[in-house]
């Protein structure tokens, strides 16, 4: 069988056709996995940014909690020396009341004398004064 110069154009333009299209596939494939290993790459550094940003916040949580207990147990300290200081002064006023009492229950009683029970009450309320006095503004838990 004898090929015409025609019939051995059409092959030649075929064949040239067939590798052109299996170049184009062979190109095609390797450039696709070319870009899914670099997006393979590109979703591991983010995965591995988003793990490290992830471990950072939770350790800035827990320092945050750290500082927010000092300054709880600082603020109590506070408190707890203006209550002291509180408690002294009611301490102290109680103790001379007590001493007016003492001294009362000595004197001679006289007629026109006052009920004992009007010298034996202190004054609460200075008490609590003083206290928002030291406390300058900081309201307490009962308050």
């Not at 015409?4 to 184009?24: H, N, V």
């Not at 696709?32 to 950072?56: D, F, G, P, T, W």
């Not at 350790?59 to 147990?73: A, F, G, H, N």
Request: one cysteine or more.
């Amino acid at each position: 069988m004898l090929l015409t110069p025609k019939d051995e154009f059409l092959l030649s333009l075929l064949a040239a056709c067939l590798g052109i299209a299996i170049l184009a596939i062979y190109l095609w494939k390797t450039i696709l996995a070319a870009k899914h290993q670099i997006y393979r790459v590109n979703l591991h550094r983010i995965s591995e940014a988003i793990k490290r940003c992830m471990k950072k916040n939770s350790e800035l949580v827990e320092e945050i909690s750290r500082c927010t207990q000092k300054d709880d147990i600082k603020t109590l300290e506070k408190m707890n020396e203006i209550l002291d200081d509180v408690i002294q002064d009611i301490h102290t006023e109680l103790q001379s009341k007590r001493d007016q009492c003492q001294e009362l229950e000595l004197a001679p009683v006289e007629e026109g004398q006052k009920d004992e029970s009007e010298y034996v009450g202190f004054n609460v309320g200075s008490a609590t004064s003083k206290l928002y006095d030291h406390n300058q503004g900081t309201e307490f838990l009962w308050s």
